[in-house]
C-alpha cells in the first residue's frame, strides 16, 4: 500500500477516533461509544501491517479504494454470489443517478450575481454537498452552501441528502443565517451517529453586493478581489458534534468583479504521488493569476491547475468547487 494511501487512511481513522473521544467526553462511556473507539483503535494498530484490510472470511486484501471509503472495513465482495455482485452494482449506479438528481443546475445567473460549480465523487456517490438557490420571496438573494461529512461512500452521500433536505426545509422561514445553520446541525444530530459529522460553509448574497457567511469548520473560503485574494476565518464547529454550540456569522461587501470560491478539501489535500501537498497555498496563487475572470473560468481553471499538480495521481477524495461572483 503505498504511503499517500496511508496517510489518507489514517488520517480518516484519527479524525473518527477524537470525533468519539469528544463524544464519549459529552455524553459519557455508552457502550455503542466505546465500542466503536475500540475498532478504530484497532485499525489504527493494523494500519500498514499485513493484517489491515485483511477480510476475515477469505483472507485475501479488502481493496484500496474500498478502504478509502471506509477505513474500517473488514469484508470484501468474496462472499456475494455474481447476482448479488451484479444487484449491488445496480444499487450504487442507481445511487448515483439519485444523487446527480439532487445537485442544483451547475449555473446561475441572478440579479447581478452568477454561480457555478464542479462536483466530483472520487467513487460512485460523495459524501460531499453543494447548493445554491434564489430567495423567490423577498430581496431575492442568493443562499449557496457547500460542506463535506465526514467518511465516504453510500452513508456519507445519505447524510449528504439529510443535509440538503435540512437547509431546504428552512429557506421560506426567514430565519438569520446563524440559526439557520443551527438547527440543521440540530437535525443532523439527530439523524446521524457519532462518527459522522460535517463541515459546512453556508451564505447569503444581497443585491447590493453585501454577504454574510457561517463557516462551521470548513475550508477557509477566498475572496478574490482585483487586487488581492483573501482568506475568511472559520466561525464555529462542524454542524453534527454539540447540539448546544452557537455559530456566528462575518460580514464582506464584494465590488463588481470581485468572486468567493468555496472548495473542499478534496482540493486542498490532494497530494502528488510524492507526497507534495496541493494546499490552499496552491488554490490562492492560481485564483491570484486569474482575478477578473467569471465564476466559470475561475472553477474550471481551478480544477485543471489541479490536475497538472497532480499528475498521472489518483484522487482519493471527493472533490468539490464552486465561485460566486458580483457580475
Keep these: 500500500m503505498q504511503t499517500a494511501t496511508l496517510d489518507v487512511l489514517r488520517h480518516q481513522l484519527e479524525d473518527?477516533?477524537?470525533?468519539?473521544?469528544?463524544?464519549?467526553?459529552?455524553?459519557?462511556?455508552?457502550?455503542?461509544?466505546?465500542?466503536?473507539?475500540?475498532?478504530?483503535?484497532?485499525?489504527?494498530?493494523?494500519?500498514?501491517?499485513?493484517?489491515?484490510?485483511?477480510?476475515?472470511?477469505?483472507?485475501g486484501h479488502v481493496d484500496e479504494i474500498d478502504l478509502i471509503e471506509n477505513p474500517m472495513m473488514r469484508y470484501c465482495l468474496c462472499d456475494l454470489s455474481p447476482a448479488q455482485q451484479k444487484a449491488l452494482e445496480h444499487d450504487l449506479e442507481l445511487a448515483t443517478r439519485i444523487q446527480s438528481a439532487l445537485l442544483p443546475d451547475p449555473d446561475l445567473v441572478?440579479?447581478?450575481?452568477?454561480?457555478?460549480?464542479?462536483?466530483?465523487?472520487?467513487?460512485?456517490?460523495?459524501g460531499d454537498y453543494c447548493d445554491f438557490w434564489v430567495q423567490s420571496e423577498g430581496d431575492g438573494s442568493v443562499f449557496f452552501a457547500i460542506g463535506d461529512v465526514s467518511g465516504k461512500g453510500v452513508a456519507a452521500s445519505l447524510l449528504m441528502a439529510h443535509l440538503?433536505?435540512?437547509?431546504?426545509?428552512?429557506?421560506?422561514?426567514?430565519?438569520?443565517?446563524?440559526?439557520?445553520?443551527?438547527?440543521?446541525?440540530?437535525?443532523?444530530?439527530?439523524?446521524?451517529?457519532?462518527?459522522?459529522y460535517a463541515t459546512l460553509v453556508a451564505g447569503r448574497a444581497a443585491r447590493d453586493g453585501r454577504v454574510e457567511l457561517v463557516n462551521a469548520g470548513h475550508c477557509l473560503p477566498l475572496v478574490v478581489r482585483a487586487d488581492a485574494v483573501e482568506a475568511i476565518p472559520s466561525t464555529g464547529l462542524p454542524v453534527g458534534l454539540f447540539s448546544?454550540?452557537?455559530?456566528?456569522?462575518?460580514?464582506?461587501?464584494?465590488?463588481?468583479?470581485?468572486?468567493?470560491?468555496?472548495?473542499?478539501?478534496?482540493?486542498?489535500?490532494?497530494?502528488?504521488?510524492?507526497?507534495?501537498?496541493?494546499?490552499?497555498?496552491?488554490?490562492?496563487?492560481?485564483?491570484?493569476?486569474?482575478?477578473?475572470?467569471?465564476a466559470r473560468q475561475l472553477v474550471h481553471s481551478l480544477r485543471g491547475d489541479l490536475a497538472e499538480f497532480l499528475g498521472a495521481g489518483s484522487r482519493h477524495d471527493d472533490l468539490t468547487i464552486l465561485a460566486l461572483r458580483r457580475a
Design 16 to 59: 473518527r477516533r477524537d470525533r468519539l473521544h469528544g463524544a464519549i467526553a459529552t455524553t459519557g462511556a455508552e457502550s455503542d461509544l466505546v465500542n466503536l473507539l475500540k475498532q478504530v483503535d484497532s485499525a489504527l494498530s493494523r494500519l500498514g501491517t499485513d493484517d489491515y484490510g485483511l477480510c476475515l472470511i477469505c483472507r
Design 244 to 294: 448546544d454550540r452557537p455559530y456566528e456569522s462575518v460580514r464582506l461587501d464584494l465590488r463588481p468583479g470581485d468572486a468567493l470560491v468555496l472548495y473542499t478539501d478534496g482540493v486542498s489535500e490532494a497530494r502528488r504521488e510524492d507526497g507534495a501537498e496541493y494546499g490552499q497555498e496552491g488554490i490562492e496563487r492560481h485564483l491570484h493569476r486569474r482575478r477578473g475572470h467569471n
Design 164 to 196: 440538503q433536505s435540512a437547509f431546504r426545509s428552512h429557506l421560506g422561514s426567514a430565519l438569520p443565517l446563524t440559526e439557520l445553520v443551527a438547527r440543521v446541525n440540530r437535525q443532523l444530530m439527530a439523524a446521524s451517529i457519532p462518527t459522522h
Design 110 to 126: 441572478a440579479d447581478r450575481w452568477e454561480a457555478h460549480y464542479r462536483y466530483e465523487p472520487a467513487g460512485p456517490v460523495s
